[in-house]
């Protein structure tokens, strides 16, 4: 497994995951194709730029056009604070094998190895069990049940956090 920063080509996975009900089903439901082309375009400028990284997760470095996923860390505004957080995706196809798993754990590594990265938050949806299951393998810390809001909808989330430069397992 590697991972690649998102590229332009990038948009057909996209659309498979989050215009997708049983992809989204924990997230209130597909997003519409409008939107996916700025999405990717967006993505690919930040990660240009080295403020977002947006991590496409290739199961075998010989087929790097074939996409297991996503996995990303990026910053923003919550609740009047700075925060960063991570979050990722994998279709249906690779779930189950351990890609999100491994994805989140690089990702997290990368960030230990950057420096810039302190404190990384994740918010599965509570009904995400395997992504729930991601947190704790991989060393965060369950702080409590949130509702957050994501792309007009409120999600009811379990809020985790990790220090990668101590807290990997």
């Not at 997708?20 to 375009?41: A, S, Y």
């Not at 590594?109 to 949806?125: K, Q, T």
């Not at 299951?133 to 994501?150: D, P």
Request: charged share 25%; with cysteine.
């Amino acid at each position: 497994m590697l991972l690649r920063n998102v590229v332009l080509d990038d948009v057909d996975a996209y659309i498979r995951m989050r215009c997708d009900p049983d992809m989204m089903k924990d997230l209130g439901g597909p997003l519409p194709l409008e939107g996916m082309d700025e999405k990717v375009q967006r993505d690919v400028r930040r990660a240009a730029e080295d403020t977002a990284w947006t991590k496409m997760i290739i199961p075998e470095a010989a087929a790097p056009s074939a996409v297991a996923g996503t996995v990303s860390l990026w910053s923003h505004e919550a609740d009047n604070h700075h925060i960063s957080e991570i979050g990722w995706m994998v279709l249906p196809a690779f779930q189950g094998q351990g890609y999100g798993k491994r994805a989140v754990r690089t990702l997290l590594e990368m960030a230990r190895e950057d420096g810039r990265w302190e404190l990384i938050h994740a918010f599965p949806a509570t009904s995400n069990l395997p992504s729930n299951g991601i947190c704790r393998a991989v060393g965060f810390t369950f702080v409590e049940e949130q509702s957050l809001e994501f792309a007009g909808r409120v999600l009811d989330t379990n809020h985790w956090i990790i220090d990668p430069r101590t807290d990997l397992t």
